[in-house]
């Protein structure tokens, strides 16, 4: 693989295309992405033909909202940071989509916490700072149709908004 990259790295500095930062920036979340996708292979196996969302996908707009499809976040407020991986997979002819929930274990190692799946063909996260860092899921790119993943003292629960729009801000947050 490292010599792969050398190579790639030669090809383009000979050919003064791709500067060698933004190469190693391009294998670098590639990397990432392939080491995810293993993750959600190797946790959650059940799922067939599983497809990480991609963050160029989604509009600049969004992507500065904080919208994403991987977050690391400490959602049950133990101290360590979990990673959520959001992305669809086959079910039969359909396509559906998914949420994996995993914690750190020892080695750098990541175990299963919970896996979320739905109907809908797409989903996409969101942290929001004023509802105390929950992490918000959307089955849409631009509306309300969604809920929240908390953390309920001793498992993760997926609970829809209230119809009629997203939830009111906590006190003391708006």
Not at 59 to 77: M, P
Request: aromatic residues 12%; hydrophobic residues 35%; glycine residues 10%.
């Amino acid at each position: 693989m490292r010599i792969r990259k050398l190579r790639l790295w030669l090809t383009f500095m000979v050919c003064g295309t791709v500067s060698p930062l933004a190469l190693l920036t391009a294998t670098g979340q590639q990397d990432a992405a392939n080491s995810d996708a293993l993750i959600v292979r190797d946790l959650a196996p059940e799922l067939g033909g599983v497809q990480l969302g991609r963050i160029q996908t989604l509009s600049e707009r969004s992507r500065s909202a904080g919208s994403g499809f991987r977050f690391e976040h400490d959602l049950n407020s133990d101290g360590q940071q979990e990673l959520v991986l959001l992305g669809d997979y086959a079910n039969g002819e359909r396509r559906q989509s998914f949420v994996l929930v995993a914690r750190p274990a020892a080695g750098g190692q990541w175990v299963r916490s919970q896996l979320f799946t739905f109907d809908e063909e797409f989903v996409v996260g969101r942290r929001y700072e004023q509802y105390n860092d929950r992490l918000a899921l959307f089955f849409c790119t631009n509306c309300d149709y969604g809920g929240w993943i908390e953390w309920t003292g001793s498992d993760y629960e997926y609970r829809r908004f209230p119809l009629g729009g997203p939830p009111a801000p906590l006190p003391g947050k708006e």
